[in-house]
């Protein structure tokens, strides 16, 4: 079994890297802390860095996960190769790219791109923000597979991850004790379908809510509370039609509970009935040739 115990970071590919840059700094409030070979290092909490932005094809996506050790990298790496996925081990100027001490890099039985890194890099210095969004973690992501059932089977057997709640067929998963990390969404093609950043408090999504249409930003879905998690939440379009959601009260899960089953239902995702614009949702993320 493959133990994660942490996200690290979000590396996207964009069409105008100058300007994703702009709206990671101004609109959603994240701080610039690197530039380095073509890339941009931002973050929204006191990790290194949460996402990072380099001028590429949108569909160029990788979600950075954290193991323990070294010795639990070589584990994963035997692992994966038993399972017959392709591995690939990073060179040391790759790690130092990616911020950390050694990775390896890996696809799912989608087609999603996954580093699996160990000692990733700390910061010393405190997460100052573009702008106050009150936001004070990287939390989760939306995930496009094209098959939520074995997408469920594959987290659950190789890495462990335990399910929360289902709507229809998409498992709501984690690996330490908040409701989700992961969110499956059924598509025709791989991505990271939204990056999540958890705020302080509900009026820090109210705040975001008013900001972002005084700044004509296309809302996705809410104001909200979410029926399976509890969380207040607010999901927005920025660029490359990539979604992000700023959450706050997410419901935490130890082994007493007990998944639930929802319908394919506008009441399974909001309890308030905000109904969510999907068109992005299902698809996945764009590309700069769509």
């Not at 954290?66 to 790759?94: K, P």
């Not at 989760?140 to 335990?162: M, Y």
């Not at 379908?193 to 900001?211: A, L």
């Amino acid at each position: 079994m493959i133990k994660v115990v942490g996200f690290r970071y979000a590396r996207l590919g964009t069409a105008n890297l100058e300007e994703t840059v702009k709206f990671a700094e101004n609109i959603i409030g994240l701080e610039v802390v690197g530039h380095e070979n073509g890339s941009v290092y931002a973050r929204g909490d006191d990790r290194d860095h949460n996402i990072v932005y380099f001028q590429g094809d949108p569909r160029d996506q990788t979600l950075g996960l954290e193991l323990e050790s070294f010795e639990d990298l070589e584990a994963a790496e035997n692992l994966l190769h038993a399972q017959g996925l392709a591995v690939y081990r990073g060179t040391e100027e790759e790690a130092a790219a990616r911020r950390c001490m050694g990775y390896i890099n890996f696809k799912d039985t989608s087609g999603n791109s996954f580093d699996l890194t160990v000692r990733p890099y700390a910061s010393g210095q405190r997460y100052f923000p573009g702008r106050d969004a009150g936001i004070d973690e990287f939390s989760h992501i939306g995930l496009c597979v094209n098959d939520p059932r074995e997408a469920e089977k594959f987290w659950s057997s190789l890495f462990g991850f335990t399910t929360s709640d289902w709507i229809g067929w998409s498992a709501l998963m984690t690996f330490d004790a908040v409701h989700h990390r992961f969110a499956l969404f059924p598509s025709q093609r791989p991505g990271i379908q939204h990056i999540n950043f958890q705020v302080k408090e509900t009026d820090d999504v109210m705040r975001s809510n008013y900001f972002l249409n005084d700044h004509q930003v296309r809302i996705q879905a809410g104001p909200g509370r979410h029926s399976l998690s509890g969380a207040r939440f607010l999901y927005f379009y920025g660029p490359d039609d990539m979604i992000y959601e700023y959450s706050c009260g997410v419901r935490m899960v130890d082994e007493s509970w007990r998944a639930r089953q929802f319908p394919v239902a506008d009441a399974s995702f909001c309890a308030w009935g905000c109904t969510p614009d999907l068109g992005q949702v299902l698809s996945g993320p764009s590309s700069a040739a769509d």
